[in-house]
């Protein structure tokens, strides 16, 4: 008989690998998108979705309810599934994915329910959380803001204005996770311009910092469950995750940030997750 965590943790894994399926069955409705850094966080959003975040999907707006912003937005195909998957609106909705006038875009946007920020333009999650946390703060209120950023958007320097303020203000109510698969849209992080030393540069910024691995749903719930990391200062957590996660065809590479889904491409892709349709 399984232990009561042991059964939460199968129980996220599950909810994960059905987010992996949404995910290509989204991008295959579209005929394209941004697999490569969907794949990556899914596991971490579905730790966040039914683990960690206060939310009431049949109350959106709910005032008391967790924030939570994808700042990388190129990854709305698992924002989108993981909304669905929740019930903020139904799993066929991933079916008219990028389609004209459809609440699921290419990127997030706040008409479709359960969407905190319209993002995609890289860099300016992080500046919209801090808003979110310090509104909590003055009005007294309890709810936690999270956003994820991605390892190549953290090139952006309104990333580093956006920590430098958080910690100046003290907000113990803001965490940030860093999706942190290494690869960016033109290459290896390493390569373009690169991230190292990352936590000492969040420590240095001020952040209490901790590193798990991204895919370890029993590592991301406990690293969840401890927050905040101080009583005093934002948390950070890096997850070191492997880009396209899930799809060996994907895994790990560029060229698989954005790419075509064909219907050979999904059929791989579901074979590959056990699921030979
Ligand atoms: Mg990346």
Redesign the pocket.
């Known amino acids: 008989m399984l232990s009561n965590r042991e059964a939460k943790l199968q129980g996220l894994r599950e909810a994960a690998l059905r987010l992996r399926r949404n995910i290509w069955r989204a991008l295959h409705a579209a005929g394209s998108g941004h697999m490569?850094?969907s794949l990556?966080a899914a596991d971490l959003l579905a730790a966040l979705y039914f683990h960690h975040l206060a939310i009431r999907p049949d109350q959106p707006d709910w005032p008391a309810r967790d924030r939570f912003v994808l700042s990388k937005g190129h990854a709305n195909a698992a924002l989108a599934a993981v909304l669905a998957q929740s019930g903020f609106f139904d799993e066929s909705l991933l079916d008219d994915f990028y389609g004209f006038e459809s609440l699921l875009g290419m990127h997030p946007d706040i008409k479709a329910p359960g969407v905190e920020m319209s993002t995609g333009g890289l860099g300016h999650g992080l500046a919209v959380g801090i808003g979110m946390a310090l509104g909590a703060q003055l009005q007294g209120r309890d709810f936690r803001t999270l956003v994820m950023l991605?390892?190549?958007e953290l090139q952006e320097g309104s990333n580093w204005e956006a920590a430098m303020a958080a910690a100046h203000m003290g907000l113990a109510n803001l965490t940030a996770i860093v999706?942190?698969?290494?690869?960016?849209q033109s290459g290896p992080?390493k390569a373009v311009l690169g991230l190292d030393p990352l936590a000492d540069k969040w420590r240095a910024f001020g952040w209490e910092v901790r590193e798990i691995d991204g895919h370890d749903i029993g590592a991301i719930v406990d690293a969840f469950d401890a927050l905040p990391y101080a009583p005093d200062k934002p948390s950070l957590l890096i997850a070191h995750t492997v880009?396209g996660k899930g799809a060996g065809f994907a895994e790990d590479s560029h060229l698989w940030h954005v790419n075509a889904v064909t219907d050979e491409v999904y059929r791989n892709a579901l074979d590959e997750l056990g699921d030979a349709q």
């Not at 999706?179 to 960016?184: A, E, M, S, T």
């Open positions: 490569g850094g990556s991605g390892d190549g999706d942190f698969n290494k690869i960016q992080v880009k």
